[in-house]
């Protein structure tokens, strides 16, 4: 029921006015954590994205359990001791985008602001990305670092090697104009 009010919510916010939307094509989310002991690596292609070209808005939903690593034991401890998917299933972000100019479509630095949600907490957060205009398809990138303590994912002492305090997120998105 959550999970289908954010998408509803989030779809009203982007769907208002009479500008061009774009929705995903295709996009990947990764996150690379380095640890002493191992590296974490993780991608995920089951994203849904909005976007509202006139006003900026763009809203992102990952299911969390559809992160895909090299070893399955990784997956089951991400799922459930880590990011306790069953409970929590997917990362969100609603915001704007900002800084682009529409008469050119080169990659332009661009900046996200807006809320961030994972493992069930809220925070506001300002994403350094890019954008750019492709043969019809609005193409955006951004990397940043989400501090594990900051949405509540503990670290258990006993693996504190294998864990890292904070991830690297890298997302890269191309998204099609709704018709």
Wanted: hydrophobic letters at 40%; a neutral charge.
């Amino acid at each position: 029921m959550r999970v289908l009010l954010t998408i509803a919510l989030l779809t009203g916010i982007l769907l208002t006015g009479h500008s061009q939307k774009y929705t995903l094509q295709e996009g990947m989310v990764q996150f690379y954590s380095q640890a002493v002991l191992e590296d974490i690596k993780a991608v995920n292609t089951r994203i849904t994205a909005l976007f509202n070209r006139a006003n900026g808005d763009v809203a992102l939903i990952i299911p969390v359990a559809s992160f895909q690593f090299d070893k399955k034991l990784m997956q089951e401890h991400f799922n459930e001791k880590y990011m306790e998917s069953d409970q929590y299933p997917n990362a969100t972000f609603a915001g704007t985008i900002s800084g682009f100019d529409w008469s050119r479509s080169d990659e332009q630095p661009v900046v996200a602001r807006g809320k961030l949600t994972i493992h069930g907490v809220t925070q506001e957060v300002t994403v350094p990305g890019t954008l750019a205009l492709t043969n019809g398809l609005v193409v955006m990138k951004a990397a940043f670092t989400v501090k594990l303590e900051d949405y509540r994912i503990k670290r258990p002492q006993l693996l504190w090697q294998n864990i890292a305090e904070q991830v690297e997120v890298t997302l890269d998105l191309r998204l099609k104009p709704q018709p």
